[in-house]
T-cell receptor, first 116, second 116 residues
Framework: DTGVSQDPRHKITKRGQNVTFRCDPI?????LYWYRQTLGQGPEFLTY????????KSRLLSDRFSAERPKGSFSTLEIQRTEQGDSAMYLC??????????????FGPGTRLTVT | DQQVKQNSPSLSVQEGRISILNCDYT??????FLWYKKYPAEGPTFLIS?????DKNEDGRFTVFLNKSAKHLSLHIVPSQPGDSAVYFC???????????????FGKGTKLSVIP
C-alpha cells in the first residue's frame, strides 16, 4: 500500500464554479478526515468519517461544502459556487481504528485549489 | 482562539547540533500529542507522538517531551541533519468518544533550517 492518495493535485477554477476532490485512504483505515490549510497556518479540521458515516463537521464547512464516503472507502469533497476565499490546500488523512492502539493520522499529498 | 501555539515561526541550527522545537497548548482536555513534518507541496508526515500518561517518547533521533502542568511539549532532534529542514507542526487531540474527539488541532508551524 502506497499511502493516502488525493486527486487532483492541483485545481484552478473560476469563481462560481463547482469543484470535487477525491481521497483514497490507506486500505483498511476506517477513519477518514478532511482538513484545509491556508498560507501560514496549520491544517484546520473540516470533517470526519467513520466508515461511511459522517460523524462531525466543522463550522468552517459552510453549506457550499459537502463530503461523502458512500462505500466506506474513498471519499469526495465538493465545493459549490467557489469563492476566492476557498483557495487553500485541501488535505485528507486516514487512521486505523482506535482499538489498534494508535491515533496517528496519515496524510495525503493534498489538493491545491486556486480560485480566480 | 489558538488552542495550540508554536511561538517561533522559524529556527536555524547548525548541522550536527540539537534542534529544539516548542509547542504550548491551552485546552486541558487534550491528551494525545503529535509532531508532523511538512515539505513544500506535500502533505504532513507523521514523526512522533506522545500520550498524556507519559512525559517522554523517543524514536531514533527524535524525542518528544511533555510537561502537562505547564501545558508544554517540545521536540528534540539530535543530531540535526540538512534533510531535517522543513516546517514542523505540533498537533493535539482528545482520545475519547464524543464531539471533537480524534480530530487534530494544529499549531501554525515552525520552519526549521539546518545549515550544513
Amino acid at each position: 500500500d502506497t499511502g493516502v492518495s488525493q486527486d487532483p493535485r492541483h485545481k484552478i477554477t473560476k469563481r462560481g464554479q463547482n469543484v470535487t476532490f477525491r481521497c483514497d485512504p490507506i486500505s483498511e483505515h476506517n477513519r477518514l478526515y478532511w482538513y484545509r490549510q491556508t498560507l501560514g497556518q496549520g491544517p484546520e479540521f473540516l470533517t470526519y468519517f467513520q466508515n461511511e458515516a459522517q460523524l462531525e463537521k466543522s463550522r468552517l464547512l459552510s453549506d457550499r461544502f459537502s463530503a461523502e464516503r458512500p462505500k466506506g472507502s474513498f471519499s469526495t469533497l465538493e465545493i459549490q459556487r467557489t469563492e476566492q476565499g476557498d483557495s487553500a490546500m485541501y488535505l485528507c488523512a486516514s487512521r486505523e481504528d482506535y482499538l489498534a492502539g494508535t491515533y496517528e493520522q496519515y496524510f495525503g499529498p493534498g489538493t491545491r485549489l486556486t480560485v480566480t | 482562539d489558538q488552542q495550540v501555539k508554536q511561538n517561533s515561526p522559524s529556527l536555524s541550527v547548525q548541522e550536527g547540533r540539537i534542534s529544539i522545537l516548542n509547542c504550548d497548548y491551552t485546552n486541558s482536555m487534550f491528551d494525545y500529542f503529535l509532531w508532523y513534518k511538512k515539505y513544500p507541496a506535500e502533505g504532513p508526515t507523521f514523526l512522533i507522538s506522545i500520550s498524556s500518561i507519559k512525559d517522554k517518547n523517543e524514536d531514533g533521533r527524535f524525542t518528544v517531551f511533555l510537561n502537562k502542568s505547564a501545558k508544554h511539549l517540545s521536540l528534540h532532534i539530535v543530531p540535526s541533519q540538512p534533510g531535517d529542514s522543513a516546517v514542523y507542526f505540533c498537533a493535539a487531540m482528545r482520545i475519547y468518544s464524543g464531539a471533537g474527539s480524534y480530530q487534530l488541532t494544529f499549531g501554525k508551524g515552525t520552519k526549521l533550517s539546518v545549515i550544513p
